[in-house]
């Protein structure tokens, strides 16, 4: 079965830092990948999407992911973090068999010091 | 261009007691998506129209819980009765096409049940 695994929970970074967000996926395919950030009492937004192509994928708000597949992964980064960008970050997978199908991992939420 | 809209955005209802959330997903949409996210969790889904047919229903309990899409455009979700375990917060969502496109998201309904 398909699975996402987000390893850090949450994630504190200095405003101007740089930012790196884990994401491991188990799929036995090519798998349609996404990254969401949702943030307090909003629903989530979509920043990147990588179904194939280029490995390294641009996103909104200056964010970009790569896609590893030698490592199942799916990072999320960020070069200088705004503090506009605290949040709870959502890794998906997505499937397309019989249907579309999207999981998503348990989330890492982003603190941004001053 | 509007977003999906959801209402109520809060409720907090007694156990036992009915409940009914309703969604109207950004306009041409033809997939629609209710999903349930707990505290400190991803996105759950709980049901996904294709126009107004559930394609797939797998996840929802059906003993509680009903859905329809009347006319393949607006959706209600109830839960009839409410158990305390059902607090959680519901996103809807809805897509342009269902083969792998981006999903947009609700601001969602937060429920409390006591």
């Known amino acids: 079965a398909q699975s996402v695994t987000q390893p850090d929970i949450h994630i504190t970074v200095s405003e101007g830092a740089s930012l790196e967000l884990r994401c491991n996926y188990s799929?036995?395919?090519?798998?349609?990948l996404f990254w969401y950030v949702q943030s307090p009492g909003q629903g989530l937004q979509l920043l990147l999407k990588?179904?194939?192509?280029?490995?390294l994928v641009q996103g909104i708000k200056g964010f970009e992911a790569e896609f590893k597949r030698s490592q199942s992964s799916f990072n999320l980064r960020k070069p200088s973090v705004h503090w506009s960008d605290a949040a709870e970050y959502f890794c998906a997978v997505g499937k397309n068999t019989g249907g579309f199908k999207t999981i998503f991992g348990a989330g890492t939420r982003l603190f941004v010091k001053a | 261009e509007a977003g999906v809209v959801q209402s109520p955005r809060y409720k907090i209802i007694e156990k036992k007691q009915p409940v009914a959330f309703w969604c109207n997903p950004i306009s041409g949409h033809n997939t629609l998506y209710w999903y349930r996210q707990n505290l400190g969790q991803g996105p759950e889904l709980l049901i996904r129209y294709e126009n107004e047919e559930a394609v797939d229903d797998s996840q929802l309990p059906k003993d509680r819980f009903s859905a329809e899409r009347l006319k393949g455009v607006d959706s209600t979700l109830k839960i009839q009765p409410a158990e305390l375990g059902d607090s959680a917060v519901y996103l809807c969502?809805?897509?342009?096409?269902?083969?792998?496109?981006?999903?947009?998201f609700g601001p969602g309904t937060r429920l409390t049940v006591t």
């Open positions: 799929y036995g395919a090519t798998p349609y």
């Open positions: 990588y179904f194939s192509g280029d490995t």
């Open positions: 969502a809805s897509s342009l096409w269902d083969s792998g496109n981006e999903q947009y």
